[in-house]
């Protein structure tokens, strides 16, 4: 089955400093990965996804994603942290069988300070 | 673009009735929604999935006598909790993808809020 793990539940980074919110994937086949983002009593906004091509994978916001196979990763990264990034993200994997249903890690809250 | 609605935003019920969710494509028609529950810090979990003009698909352990799902138009699912209880009291968000073999994602939509009292 498909899963993404995020191995940390809070990442703390202090304004105008790099972030990176880890990710890791288990698939069969090819990943289908994503980056969603959170606010407080909001649903989900979309990032950026890998489907195919260019390992590094640029999205909204200023945020960035690189797709490691060796590695089996999927780390979100933005090179300077805003305030206003302070929320919660996702990383998800696309189901192969079915409906290709999204399957979600468990969150990750990014806190940016001042 | 790419836009999905739901109404209402917040409800407050009392214990033993029921709510309707519903979850609306404005600019787009969606063949698939998707259908998740979130508790409070805690990730999406996916309750069902459906597909218009047909039955809905549920996840294990999500009773499907108790949360209804009805995908009556290309734009259009509805969530109805029956009988609610206060255990099902959480956030409840809809998805929807668009109906393009091609399209690889899902448009979220903002949430409601349900509390049972």
């Known amino acids: 089955a498909q899963s993404v793990a995020q191995p940390e539940d809070q990442v703390n980074v202090a304004e105008g400093n790099p972030l990176t919110v880890k990710c890791t994937y288990s698939v069969s086949g090819n990943p289908y990965l994503f980056w969603y983002v959170q606010y407080p009593n909001r649903g989900l906004q979309f990032l950026l996804k890998?489907?195919?091509?260019?390992?590094l994978v640029k999205g909204s916001y200023g945020f960035e994603a690189e797709f490691n196979k060796s590695q089996t990763s999927f780390h979100l990264k933005k090179p300077s942290a805003l305030v206003s990034d302070s929320a919660l993200y996702f990383c998800a994997v696309r189901d192969v069988s079915g409906f290709q249903k999204l399957v979600f890690g468990t969150g990750t809250r990014l806190l940016v300070s001042p | 673009g790419a836009v999905v609605s739901q109404h209402p935003s917040w409800v407050i019920c009392k214990s033993g009735t029921s709510v309707k969710i519903e979850c609306r494509s404005l600019?787009?028609?969606?063949?698939?929604m998707f259908w998740y529950r979130q508790f409070p810090k805690q990730s999406l979990m996916l309750m069902a999935t459906?597909?218009?003009?047909?039955?809905?698909?549920?996840e294990q352990g999500v009773e499907k006598d108790k949360f209804l799902i009805n995908h009556a138009s290309l734009t259009l699912s509805t969530l109805t909790v029956t009988s609610a209880h206060p255990e099902d009291s959480s956030f409840y968000i809809c998805?929807?993808?668009?109906?393009?073999?091609?399209?690889?994602?899902?448009?979220f939509g903002p949430g409601t809020r349900l509390t049972v009292t």
């Open positions: 459906s597909n218009e003009g047909s039955k809905a698909t549920y």
């Open positions: 998805s929807a993808r668009p109906g393009s073999p091609s399209s690889y994602e899902q448009y």
């Open positions: 600019d787009f028609q969606a063949t698939t």
């Open positions: 890998y489907i195919t091509g260019d390992n």
